[in-house]
């Protein structure tokens, strides 16, 4: 299963209308990671194969969805990204974690198991 394209629309209507709520409400149906990246960015030309992997290894329990800063400099600003590669972990229950950098895979994973399916049963 591919990683999706997240608009700040799409992300408004499927995880949080930031312009309506002040309080962090998840709405999402699956726990989800969002990749915010840029296309000249080498660092995330090298986490994004792994994002591929993780996006078929868990497929149906996660979603995994990529930002182009480029491009939505609006969601960009929301989450206060300054620097790329930076991934959001948004878990069921609980505020999102965001994660600067790119990170081996075992770590994503990890982070995945431990964060993001823990309260998913």
Known sequence: M?????TASLFKSKMFDYEKETEW??????PAIVDFYADWCGPCRMVAPLLEQLSDEFAGQIDIYKVDTEVEGELSGVFGIQSI???????????????????????????????????VV
């Open 85 to 119: 590669p930076s991934i959001l972990f948004i878990p069921m229950q609980g505020k999102p974690i965001m994660q600067a950098g790119a990170l081996p895979k075992n770590v994503l994973k990890r982070v995945i198991e431990e964060k993001l399916l823990v309260s």
């Open 2 to 6: 591919p990683t999706k394209k997240l």
């Open 25 to 30: 409400k998840f709405t999402g149906e699956r």
